[in-house]
């Protein structure tokens, strides 16, 4: 991964840019670590009167004899970073099989200042970030660190020389809620930048042929699916459970986070006790789950309904504004071994069909699949990263490309089992529609791939417009031997 200042990459492709803040985010808890009493800790500071005091304070030496064990090395506004923030970074970034060769110190630092900056101005616009949100993420981070002590907490604390688990979870929370300042302020800078038709096609004339772009192979890829039927017997025994869970709530006062740990099938949440943050205007969860969330009063339970997961029930714990922070419980029906081999059954049909041509593939889906999303489009998959329909074959699943790397270009698989983190069990069929071998950019072929390219350009103008103005109307303080770094950006004011 190449660590650049000069360019600002991470934050113009915010995918990319998500996947170092996390990195740097989950490596965080290094990146400023408790000074013991010879020097004075400081991790944020309101004034630039006590900035500089600070500083003093952390720069000296307040016994004879002591040795320092950190310093300052930099002050964005609010926000410090410490000369031990770069080398642990370095170290933690290498644990994660990061080539830190790839880029310098002085291009770490500067984008570790980078990262205070968004921070800092995020505050300034009153950016707000969700705190049960941040709470959620510090808890799915600790159950990722205990895999490493083999679930010991004491051993973890040792691990990361922590005094205790809320100290642990406390500067764990600060790292995190910073890291999402920054990538809030990110957006905000860059969320209403938008490209025409004619600015893409300036674009990519005002790019020489010789240094035009090489777009690897690409395939379409079809799929129909079956999925086992549920009985209405064992929806109806569902639906009953969680009656009877909502009742020994409301009734007996039974706790509904219990309810959650012990019997929830949303595996992803039971660590938390089934918390989730709906916001309405920005949607998250399917459609279903949220219209009964937004439905609900404070202190209310749902009834129990159905989503493409199975059956749920909502307590809505708390609203604040726009959003609404929910408990829920998850129970799937079971699929009975009989179900299970008559979709078999079915799916093997179809595909009998299929090769002896009696159907197309696009007739096929329609006709036979249980995928919604993609059955009236011919079994079309979508690729989630362009939202079109070509996958290149570099940047494939691992288990799609598994799944049709033999497959010539119409042929029809062998029938698939599937069985997702839910243990929910389909059958799939799965056909490469068509292929496109790697080539030069060519404008009209690969007019939205250009747009992409052309649109982060744009976006990455706009983001040096704006850290150009706010390092210049932001106090910032550069010492030691960073100061000897050759920035891109006007760090040290000159």
Request: proline share 2%.
């Amino acid at each position: 991964m190449q660590l650049r200042t000069n360019n600002l990459k991470f934050i113009i492709n915010l995918k990319e840019a998500f996947f170092l803040s996390f990195i740097l985010c989950v490596n965080g808890v290094f990146a400023q670590e408790i000074i013991p009493d010879e020097v004075v800790e400081v991790k944020e500071v309101a004034e630039t009167k006590e900035v500089e005091e600070t500083i003093r304070a952390i720069d000296s030496v307040v016994s004879p004899g002591a040795r320092k064990i950190d310093g300052v090395a930099a002050v964005i506004g609010d926000y410090i970073v410490l000369e031990s923030d770069v080398d642990n970074t370095v170290l933690q970034l290498k644990a994660q099989g990061v080539n830190t060769d790839d880029f310098t110190e002085c291009e770490l630092f500067g984008k570790l200042l980078e990262d205070k900056l968004y921070s800092h101005q995020a505050i300034q616009d009153s950016i707000v970030v969700n705190d049960m949100e941040i709470y959620s993420f510090v808890d799915q981070q600790i159950q990722q660190f205990l895999q490493q002590t083999n679930g010991s907490m004491d051993a973890l604390l040792k691990l990361y020389n922590k005094e205790d688990e809320k100290s642990f979870r406390d500067e764990m929370f600060e790292i995190n809620k910073n890291q999402k300042l920054a990538q809030e302020m990110q957006q905000k800078i860059v969320a209403d930048i938008e490209i025409t038709p004619e600015e893409v096609r300036d674009f990519f004339n005002g790019i020489p042929e010789d240094e035009r772009p090489t777009f690897g192979t690409e395939l379409r890829v079809a799929q129909i699916v079956v999925e086992p039927e549920v009985t209405e017997e064992e929806k109806q025994k569902v639906i009953d459970r969680l009656k009877e869970m909502k009742a020994d709530v409301i009734e007996n006062g039974a706790s509904f986070r219990s309810k959650v740990v012990l019997y929830t099938d949303d595996a992803a949440s039971r660590s938390n006790g089934g918390l989730y943050t709906l916001n309405r205007k920005q949607p998250k969860m399917v459609k279903e789950f949220r219209q009964v969330a937004f439905s609900l009063k404070e202190g209310e339970i749902s009834d129990p309904f159905p989503t493409e997961y199975g059956y749920h029930i909502i307590y809505l714990e708390k609203i604040r504004g726009q959003e609404y922070d929910v408990r829920h419980v998850l129970l799937m029906p079971k699929v009975s071994d009989e179900e299970i081999k008559k979709a078999k059954e079915k799916i093997d049909k179809v595909r009998e069909e299929l090769v002896s041509g009696e159907i197309t593939f696009a007739e096929a889906a329609k006709k036979y699949s249980d995928e919604k999303e993609t059955k009236y489009d011919g079994g079309q998959l979508i690729n989630g990263q362009t939202q079109d329909y070509n996958f290149e074959l570099t940047k494939m699943d691992t288990e799609l490309y598994g799944q049709i790397q033999n497959l010539k270009d119409e042929e029809i698989s062998l029938v698939l089992k599937d069985q997702d983190r839910t243990g929910k069990i389909k059958f799939k069929l799965l056909m490469v529609s068509d292929r496109v071998d790697e080539h030069v950019a060519n404008y009209a072929q690969d007019y939205l791939k250009i747009k992409e390219i052309a649109l982060d350009e744009k976006r990455l103008r706009a983001i040096e417009k704006w850290q150009k103005e706010t390092i210049s109307d932001t106090y910032i303080k550069i010492s030691g031997d960073y100061r000897d770094c050759e920035f891109a950006s006007n760090w040290l004011k000159k």
